[in-house]
């Protein structure tokens, strides 16, 4: 089985965050681009299928700028994936959902998988959008919100689950198609220390910023206008005790008096 | 959680892409994996075998032995870079994981490549801990003084003697110990070998009960009469010594890199504290007697940072460096002594309360001043080495 895991690489969650001096973006000086999230679950469970199914390959892509996406491709790699492909992003351009399917499309379209793998949003800006709008580009079957992937030799079909707001969908659906995952359940491995060291020496498959940009089109019409950091929270009150008595005594208090939540 | 700095803007110790990989995957073992349980294990003085079993797994235990014999080869500056991540999780386990380390440079310094490839390979092939056993109830520091005795008969050796502190000796499946043929000769009678612990006559004692490093298991040895082929000795008669010697000038700098690593720790649990605990109207970290402490703390560390990489650094190269990881492993000791007990200090009473982390982090810090050859000692062979540059 040919699997595809695309990963993207995101700020590391203690990260601090703050906007660019133009105010437009956020400012991407100093902060650690890392694999998290639904993706990185998205790596285990293809690891989990590669593990399952004897003779598979895993291939991550990572679209981004080249020495963030490079680390993010070294961790899939040195987690277990076979292959990596980098699409360095156009420098100073900004994508949105629908461009970066196009670009994700490039990779999708350089070999035959029978499974393209990917968190059901990024860890940073949660859009959501990339399962079906990848798998509309290329024109094949995608779903996302997926559980419980599971591959079944007997009836050579993939079977999963997809949670909805009405309830559990299950499926089965034959290669080829695009699954957006949503889960944290499977408990993502850690590279082994030896792992590491191999995977740096590793030959990483680049596709030009170039090639990138043709297959992006026209500039898109919209465009961010301001990024602002959400306000600081105020109104939290902190509770100074020396016994616990009194800090349910004060909590009280405050929940009777203050918020009015209690009679 | 403050980030530890990755390099000082001098290449010399900045980090490589590829160190800086390793070094979030042990800072990621030491605090989603060691961390969360370092303040039970103390407490109840839990030996976590599961924890060790999983740093075995992920290639964090044998990082001395070369890939050749399936440890993890780094070069000392990485250990240290490794053992300082480790011990901001828990300086304890961190004493087990890497008493390996010490219990197997005997054997890859004075062993020949025989004895190296039929011991390591099948060791490290699966999860096993070994133990280093110098120490004596009679005393360690004066390792020249031993008095375990390994009487020759035929073509091996019959070794009865008692060794103390032994690090996770319950759960050691090798030893390597040091004996002497002829306690009259002190140093050029000591002669060292690696035994299995399935050899007639090896006792390992009860855990002893410690004032710090509890998730580690430390324990007399009694050899009863053990019988030890000569194709066990580790060199000839007579170099055990400094098979000992030259083990210790490799395992001394992590041992400043762990001390690190604790007082990392207790800073980071301070200066946040700082910031949100009140006195007179402001966070505490807005007195100045406070950000003096915990400008001395971050200083201190940072020495012990430069002072340990720089000893491995030497090292790694191949430089005799007694004199710089002496320094490194007494300075780094005594300053995490002084950044825990600051710690406490602008913890308050909570400080002294178990249920807060850094009273801990006091108790962990000492032992850095003890084992591995004490302060002390250190200081003796600092003098030594300075003042051989002053005579002609
Ligand atoms: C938790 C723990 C784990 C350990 N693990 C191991 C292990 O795995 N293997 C092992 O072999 N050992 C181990 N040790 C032993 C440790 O290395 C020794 O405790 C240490 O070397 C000191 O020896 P000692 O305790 O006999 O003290 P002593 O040698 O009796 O010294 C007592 C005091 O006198 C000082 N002193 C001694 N000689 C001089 C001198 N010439 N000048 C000035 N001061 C001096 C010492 O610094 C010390 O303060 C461990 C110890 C502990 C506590």
């Not at chain 1, 133009?22 to 593990?51: M, P």
């Not at chain 2, 001395?64 to 828990?90: H, K, R, T």
Request: charged share 25%; with cysteine; hydrophobic share 40%.
């Amino acid at each position: 089985m040919e699997i595809l895991v695309l990963v993207k690489p995101v700020p590391e969650s203690e990260s601090r965050l703050r906007p660019s001096p133009d105010g437009r973006q956020l400012d991407t000086e100093g902060v650690k681009f890392v694999l998290a999230g639904y993706d990185e679950s998205a790596v285990e469970q293809a690891l989990l299928l590669k593990e399952s199914v004897p003779g598979s390959k895993v291939r991550a892509v990572a679209l981004g700028p080249a020495a963030r996406a490079e680390e993010v491709l070294r961790a899939t790699l040195a987690l277990g994936c076979d292959a990596a492909t980098l699409l360095e992003a156009p420098p100073g351009r900004e994508l949105d959902g629908a461009e970066t399917a196009r670009a994700l499309a490039l990779a999708a379209a350089k070999g035959p998988a029978d499974l393209i793998l990917l968190g059901k949003q990024s860890g940073d800006q949660e859009t959501g959008i990339l399962p079906t709008a990848l798998a509309a580009r290329i024109g094949r079957p995608g779903f996302s919100n997926v559980l419980d992937l599971r591959w079944d030799p007997g009836s050579n079909r993939f079977r999963f689950a997809r949670a909805t707001e009405a309830g559990e969908e299950r499926w089965e659906v034959p290669a080829p198609l695009v699954v957006g995952l949503q889960q944290a359940w499977n408990d993502p491995r850690t590279a082994k220390l030896q792992n590491i060291l191999r995977s740096r020496k590793l030959p990483i498959d680049r596709i030009p910023a170039a090639e990138v940009a043709a297959a992006l089109g026209p500039a898109p019409r919209e465009s961010a206008t301001k990024f602002l950091l959400p306000p600081p929270r105020t109104g939290a009150k902190m509770i100074e005790y020396g016994r616990p008595e009194e800090a349910a005594e004060q909590l009280v208090r405050i929940l009777r008096d203050t918020a009015r939540v209690l009679p | 959680m403050a980030a530890l700095p990755a390099g000082f803007g001098m290449p010399e110790f900045d980090l490589t892409e590829d160190q800086r990989a390793l070094q979030e995957m042990a800072r990621k073992f030491a605090r989603s994996v060691m961390a969360p349980r370092a303040a039970e294990c103390d407490r109840k003085g839990l030996f976590p075998e599961d924890i060790y079993r999983k740093g075995w797994e992920l290639g964090l235990m044998n990082l001395n032995v070369p890939s050749e014999y399936g440890g993890s080869g780094l070069s000392l500056f990485d250990q240290c870079m490794i053992v300082e991540e480790l011990a901001y999780g828990c300086g304890g386990m961190t004493t087990s994981i890497i008493a390996n380390c010490l219990a197997l440079e005997p054997i890859l310094l004075g062993g020949t490549e025989d004895q190296r490839r039929s011991v390591l390979t099948p060791f490290c092939r699966e999860y096993q801990m070994a133990s280093f056993c110098l120490t004596e109830p009679g005393g360690g520091s004066d390792a020249g003084g031993l008095q375990t005795l390994a009487r020759k008969d035929g073509d091996s050796y019959v070794v009865s003697g008692e060794k103390c502190f032994i690090t996770n000796a319950p759960h050691a499946k090798l030893f390597t110990v040091f004996t002497t043929v002829d306690p009259a000769l002190r140093h050029k009678g000591i002669t060292a070998f690696y035994v299995p612990r399935d050899t007639e006559g090896i006792v390992p004692g009860k855990d002893e009960e410690k004032m710090g490093h509890r998730a580690s298991s430390t324990s007399t040895v009694r050899f009863e009469n053990v019988r030890i082929p000569v194709s066990q000795r580790l060199g000839a008669e007579g170099d055990g010594f400094s098979v000992a010697m030259r083990t210790l000038d490799m395992t001394r700098t992590p041992i400043g890199a762990l001390a690190t690593g604790i007082g990392q720790a207790a800073l980071d649990h301070a200066a946040a504290y700082s910031l949100q605990r009140r006195s007179f109207g402001k966070p505490i970290g807005e007195h100045q007697a406070i950000q003096m402490k915990l400008a001395r703390m971050a200083t201190l560390l940072h020495a012990s940072r430069l002072l340990t990489r720089h000893a491995a650094r030497l090292i790694d190269g191949g430089q005799n460096a007694t004199l710089e990881s002496s320094m490194a492993k007494s300075f780094a000791s005594d300053a995490a002594m002084e950044v825990t007990d600051e710690a406490i200090q602008i913890f308050g009473g909570y400080g002294y309360m178990k249920e807060y982390p850094v009273e801990k982090l006091h108790r962990d810090a000492k032992l850095t001043q003890i084992y591995e050859g004490s302060n002390e000692i250190q200081r003796i062979v600092i003098a030594r080495e300075l003042l051989k540059k002053y005579q002609h």
